[in-house]
């Protein structure tokens, strides 16, 4: 498992939220072992829009 905080990052306001995924997904895993790779730590970083900005972008829809 991995104890380092991943993160989402949010191209519209930059706020940065950490996800805690502390477990491999399945796709990761599948693909270490494809390669018999053995790794030691691994980290992710997710970019998008949170939720804050998703609720701003429909108002303004809304709005016009």
Avoid at 5 to 23: D, N, R, Y
Avoid at 27 to 34: E, H, L, Y
Avoid at 40 to 59: F, L
């Amino acid at each position: 498992s991995h104890r380092v905080p991943q993160f989402m990052l949010c191209s519209g306001c930059c706020a940065v939220t950490e996800a805690h995924i502390c477990k491999l997904p399945a796709a990761g895993q599948q693909t270490v072992s494809d390669h018999h790779f053995t790794f030691s730590s691994w980290s992710v970083e997710i970019h998008g829009i949170c939720g804050d900005c998703n609720k701003k972008t429909k108002e303004i829809s809304n709005e016009t």
